[in-house]
C-alpha cells in the first residue's frame, strides 16, 4: 500500500523535501512512528495531519494511495 | 413509372432505416456526463497584488447600485527586525487544494452570517517584499455594518485556518518561519 505524503513549511527544513512516499503503513499513527524514524526532528515538532485534505484528531487507517499533509501552524495573511 | 416508385420507397426506407440505425449507435454510445471536480473560487495570485489591481476592483463595483458600503483590508509585508535581521521578503506556499476548499467554507459562513452583496479575497503567492500587499478582502453590502464585521471576521478567520505558510527572508538570505498571532 503506498501513500503519498506532502510536507508543508518549517518541516520542510526538517525532512529536507516537500514530498515523501511511504510503504506499508497502514494507519496515521504508524505513519508518524516511521516518519519519526527518518526525520527525529520531527517528533518535537507541531503540526496537524490532513488525510485526503481533512484534518484528523485521532490514529485514523489509511487506504492505498491516500495522501497525507503535514501542516505546520498556518501563517497566511 | 412503378420501377422508379418502387426505388424511391425502396430509398426512403432505407433512409429511414439508416437514421434509426444512426440514432441506435448514438444512443448505445451516448458519451456520458463527466462529473467535474468542483471548481472553488480563485484566491491565489502569483507574487505581490498591484495597488492597480487594488482600484480596478473597487471600480468593477460601481456597477452594482444597491451596494452603500466597502470594507477593504490590506494585508502588507512588514520589514520586522529580528536578532538585528530584516526582513526582506516573504515567500508564501500552501496546500493550495486544501486552502481552496476552506476558502469556500469561509466564505459560506461569512455569507450565511452577514447580510452581503458580494466578498473578494486574494492572497499571494510566491515571493513578497516588504512594502507589497499578499493579503487583499474585500466585502460589500447595502449598509456599512455588515461589509465591516464581514471583513474584520474574514480575515481573522483566514490567518487561522487557511492552510498558507510564509517563510521570511532576510537581507543575509537566512530565513524564518512566520508565526500568526
Redesign the interface.
Known amino acids: 500500500m503506498e501513500i503519498q505524503i506532502?510536507i508543508?513549511?518549517?518541516l520542510t527544513?526538517i525532512t529536507g523535501s516537500h514530498k515523501v512516499q511511504l510503504t506499508g503503513i497502514s494507519d496515521t499513527d504508524e505513519l508518524v512512528m516511521e516518519l519519526n524514524n527518518r526525520y527525529p526532528a520531527l517528533a518535537n515538532a507541531k503540526y496537524l495531519i490532513?488525510v485526503e485534505?481533512q484534518i484528523i484528531v485521532k490514529n485514523t487507517l489509511l487506504e492505498d494511495n491516500n495522501t497525507v499533509?503535514l501542516?505546520?501552524?498556518?501563517?497566511?495573511? | 413509372m412503378l420501377c422508379c416508385l418502387l426505388l424511391q420507397v425502396v430509398e426512403y426506407i432505407k433512409k429511414q432505416f439508416t437514421f434509426l440505425g444512426f440514432a441506435k449507435i448514438l444512443k448505445e454510445n451516448k458519451p456520458r456526463v463527466i462529473m467535474k471536480e468542483k471548481k472553488f473560487k480563485k484566491i491565489f495570485v502569483e507574487g505581490p497584488i498591484a495597488a492597480s489591481f487594488i482600484s480596478d476592483s473597487i471600480q468593477k463595483h460601481s456597477t452594482q447600485k444597491t451596494i452603500g458600503g466597502h470594507s477593504i483590508f490590506l494585508g502588507q509585508v512588514r520589514a520586522d527586525v529580528i536578532d538585528e535581521k530584516t526582513v526582506a521578503l516573504i515567500e508564501y506556499t500552501s496546500y493550495e487544494e486544501m486552502a481552496l476548499e476552506k476558502m469556500h467554507e469561509i466564505r459560506e459562513s461569512i455569507f450565511a452570517k452577514y447580510d452581503l452583496s458580494c466578498m473578494h479575497v486574494y492572497h499571494s503567492l510566491g515571493k513578497v517584499a516588504a512594502g507589497e500587499i499578499s493579503l487583499f478582502v474585500f466585502t460589500s453590502s447595502s449598509h456599512r455594518k455588515e461589509a465591516i464585521e464581514a471583513c474584520e471576521e474574514t480575515v481573522e478567520k483566514i490567518k487561522a485556518e487557511l492552510p498558507v505558510w510564509g517563510k521570511e527572508i532576510f537581507a543575509d538570505e537566512t530565513h524564518q518561519w512566520k508565526e500568526n498571532k
Open positions: 506532502i508543508f513549511g518549517q527544513d490532513a485534505k499533509a501542516l505546520p501552524p498556518f501563517a497566511g495573511g
